[in-house]
């Protein structure tokens, strides 16, 4: 009985080193998985350095959009289509960036006798960050300015008569 004892023994202890060899074995394996795996980092995405934006208006005396949204410090690129019929003396379009704290219907008022300045009145460039010229129906026009720092902004048509019905939000968000 006594060597049945040892023999049960001896055949423990040998499954046992045998699970444990198998062990480290499947931990080893598992280990150089993880030494392969992609180290995953947390990688803010990159922030293009310019943007391309394009902005319709129609015979309606309407944008297609009325908010934009751009990063601080990017170089922008702004394409204003006139999708209407219509002449530029009937019914033109620009876009106009201004500065905040600007009165619109006080800068739409003073437009209206700047036709020779694409309707922006000189005597409140101070009031304007940037401005395409004015086009009529099937015309198209861009300018590329830097976008201002971060905050809201807004944007009119300075035609005669359209800063209320014409303006937006020129969202500025940080880098």
């Given at each position: 009985m006594m060597n049945k004892l040892k023999n049960?023994?001896?055949?423990?202890?040998?499954?046992?080193?045998?699970?444990?060899?198998?062990?480290n074995q499947k931990q080893s394996e598992e280990s150089e998985k993880v030494k392969d795996a992609p180290v995953e980092t947390a990688v803010e995405e990159a922030v293009p350095s310019s943007v391309s934006l394009t902005i319709e208006g129609n015979d309606q005396m309407k944008y297609n959009k009325d908010e934009l949204r751009v990063v601080e410090g990017q170089q922008v690129t702004l394409t204003l289509k006139h999708v209407g019929e219509m002449s530029i003396e009937t019914?033109?379009?620009n876009w106009v960036l201004l500065k905040p704290g600007t009165d619109i219907p006080t800068f739409g008022k003073a437009a209206t006798s700047a036709k020779e300045n694409d309707y922006i009145p000189q005597d409140k460039l101070d009031q304007v960050i940037t401005h395409t010229k004015t086009i009529g129906g099937g015309e198209e026009t861009t300018i590329t300015f830097e976008a201002p720092k971060r905050g809201y902004y807004t944007f009119i048509c300075s035609f005669p008569g359209h800063y209320?019905?014409?303006?937006?939000?020129f969202v500025v968000e940080p880098k």
């Amino acid at each position: 009985m006594m060597n049945k004892l040892k023999n049960y023994l001896l055949l423990l202890s040998a499954a046992f080193v045998l699970y444990s060899c198998g062990s480290n074995q499947k931990q080893s394996e598992e280990s150089e998985k993880v030494k392969d795996a992609p180290v995953e980092t947390a990688v803010e995405e990159a922030v293009p350095s310019s943007v391309s934006l394009t902005i319709e208006g129609n015979d309606q005396m309407k944008y297609n959009k009325d908010e934009l949204r751009v990063v601080e410090g990017q170089q922008v690129t702004l394409t204003l289509k006139h999708v209407g019929e219509m002449s530029i003396e009937t019914m033109g379009h620009n876009w106009v960036l201004l500065k905040p704290g600007t009165d619109i219907p006080t800068f739409g008022k003073a437009a209206t006798s700047a036709k020779e300045n694409d309707y922006i009145p000189q005597d409140k460039l101070d009031q304007v960050i940037t401005h395409t010229k004015t086009i009529g129906g099937g015309e198209e026009t861009t300018i590329t300015f830097e976008a201002p720092k971060r905050g809201y902004y807004t944007f009119i048509c300075s035609f005669p008569g359209h800063y209320s019905a014409m303006q937006g939000s020129f969202v500025v968000e940080p880098k």
